[in-house]
């Protein structure tokens, strides 16, 4: 697609990247087939083509208007267009650049810009954990309206301590802890089980993600900067072998360190062997030589059950990770019952859900209605945005595969 720069963006760094993904996109329309949004409003503005048209306009001069930034809002940058684009078009990319312009000519309305703000803020607090068990102790006393964020208390049981000489470094990240404090500590004891010490890094906190998609992409950086001040010892050090991500959510945040911290000259070479250590739990695990044998003695220990598995966007299609969890979970004896549209968002999308109730709404149940055709007796998924979105509209268990695994090992 040829495009013609303002001159307000030519000679920039968003502005050259811009145009080269821009360059790319032949006009297609074959991701607009696959974006959910798309499907639910039938506008070509709500699909991935239109929007690349709308970033093209404001990149070559043409105003923002509300309007661009609607369409550009109701994309859950679920990537799932940049899965079925033949042409390799970086759309997640170009719509964080696109959304930063349009910000910058567009001032949020004071109830969005004060619901973004809260929300960055509150989910990066350190008073949301106890805000969380507060409101999990008052559940009966909390809002219809805000019930569904407020999953129920979770025995987190322990977390072994490193005693092995092979260490990887875990991201707590912001909130799961605080909602699931159980995933982070049976990851820790899958691994312990198969030879790998499970650290952390006092200081890292959220990776960023949150500051970043709610235009808050300076405090973002800073973010990250952080995490690599608090995990840089050890790297540096050689003590870590990798980065574990239990959230693809932040998993997919983390592996772009590189890329958005490129320019800073401090922190680039330290940013770029960050997101190159980076790894999904599921990678990790499945390339354990330990694995089989441990599985095949955990097999006998519980009757298969059937599960089905939701893939979130951030990690089939934002990590290009495919299958692997869903692998550790037929080898260990658990039945996976087909689910249609898998490739589909299940609505929750970070802040997205809060920002976009009515879509992200019926996207969940859409997707429910599908995980829940062949009568599984749990759902699983990867990331503990999609797990809490999609646990408060089902009755059906929902949870993060490692936390199943771990439950069967425990009991061999
Ligand atoms: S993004 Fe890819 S699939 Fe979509 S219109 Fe452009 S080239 Fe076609
Ligand atoms: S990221 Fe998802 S919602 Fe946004 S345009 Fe692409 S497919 Fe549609």
Redesign the pocket.
């Known amino acids: 697609m040829q495009t013609n720069l303002a001159d307000l963006y030519k000679g920039t760094r968003d502005g050259a990247e811009a145009e080269a993904i821009l360059r790319?996109?032949?006009?297609?329309?074959?991701?607009?087939a696959t974006c959910p949004t798309y499907q639910l409003l039938g506008d070509e503005l709500d699909g991935?083509?239109g929007r690349?048209y709308l970033i093209k306009q404001v990149l070559e001069g043409h105003a923002a208007t509300r309007k661009t930034q609607s369409h550009l809002d109701r994309c859950l940058t679920c990537r799932n267009?940049e899965s079925?684009?033949?042409?390799g078009?970086d759309?997640g990319r170009l719509v964080d650049i696109g959304r930063k312009i349009v910000a910058a000519q567009v001032p949020r309305a004071g109830t969005d810009r004060l619901k973004r703000t809260l929300l960055a803020r509150g989910l990066n607090s350190p008073l949301f954990a106890p805000a969380m068990k507060l409101g999990q102790a008052m559940r009966w006393a909390v809002p219809a309206g805000l019930k569904a964020k407020v999953p129920a208390p979770q025995a987190a049981g322990a977390r072994p301590a490193p005693r092995h000489a092979r260490r990887m470094l875990l991201l707590e990240g912001c909130v799961q802890n605080a909602m699931a404090p159980n995933i982070n500590n049976a990851a820790a004891r899958v691994l312990d089980r198969l030879g790998v010490s499970l650290v952390a890094a006092p200081g890292a906190g959220c990776c960023g993600a949150l500051n970043h998609h709610l235009d808050f992409q300076d405090a973002g950086l800073d973010n990250m900067r952080r995490n690599i001040d608090a995990w840089w010892p050890a790297i540096a050090a050689g003590e870590v072998e990798a980065l574990a991500m239990t959230a693809s959510g932040c998993g997919v945040m983390v592996r772009d360190y590189g890329h958005l911290l490129a320019a800073d000259a401090r922190y680039a070479e330290k940013a770029a062997r960050v997101s190159a250590m980076t790894r999904d739990l599921s990678e990790l695990v499945i390339a354990e030589p330990g694995l089989p044998a441990l599985l095949a003695r955990a097999r006998g220990a519980a009757a298969p059950r059937r599960i089905a598995y939701h893939p979130p966007c951030t990690l089939q299609h934002g990590q290009q990770v495919r299958g692997k969890a869903e692998q550790v979970l037929r080898d260990a004896g658990f039945e996976l019952v087909p689910v249609a549209e898998a490739h589909l968002c299940c609505g929750s999308a970070g802040a997205y859900s809060v920002l976009n109730p009515e879509i992200s709404t019926q996207l969940r149940d859409r997707k429910l209605a599908h995980l829940e055709a062949a009568a599984p007796e749990a759902i699983c998924s990867a990331n503990i945005g999609c797990l809490t979105h999609l646990q408060s509209g089902t009755a059906t268990p929902v949870r993060h595969w490692v936390e199943v695994i771990d439950d069967l090992l425990a009991q061999a």
């Open positions: 790319k996109c032949v006009h297609c329309g074959f991701c607009t991935p083509r690349i267009c079925t684009c033949p042409s078009v759309y």
